[in-house]
């Protein structure tokens, strides 16, 4: 299993980005996929998962309404859009294969959200 992220940056509040995760070494399409998240000194949170059936999603409670998860079975690409990012929102985010936090995951992209 190799999955790489990308994508991350600093923002201000308010602003978007787009992370990207590149996955392979497993069959991308038959997996449901997650994005994980680690503040410092905090342990790892379930930000949101992508089901590959029918691409039915979950959201954290705090990101939903500005988060989308989306992905392409064809490329082996998971994304994660975030708009109206929050301070709260700074963290490394993982690609993680499965659904929830059980799966491996990636290295991860760190987001900082600061004014």
């Known amino acids: 299993v190799q999955l790489v992220e990308s994508g991350g940056g600093m923002v201000q509040p308010g602003g978007s980005l787009r992370l990207s995760c590149e996955a392979s070494?497993?069959?991308?399409?038959?997996?449901?996929m997650s994005w994980v998240r680690q503040a410092p000194g905090k342990g790892p949170e379930w930000v949101s998962g992508i089901k590959y059936k029918d691409s039915s999603t979950y959201y954290e409670e705090s990101v939903r309404g500005r988060f989308t998860i989306s992905r392409d079975d064809k490329r082996n690409v998971l994304w994660l859009q975030m708009d109206n990012l929050r301070p709260e929102d700074t963290a490394v985010y993982h690609c993680a294969k499965d659904w929830g936090l059980r799966g491996p995951r990636g290295p991860g992209t760190q987001v900082t959200v600061s004014p």
């Open positions: 070494g497993f069959t991308f399409a038959m997996t449901d």
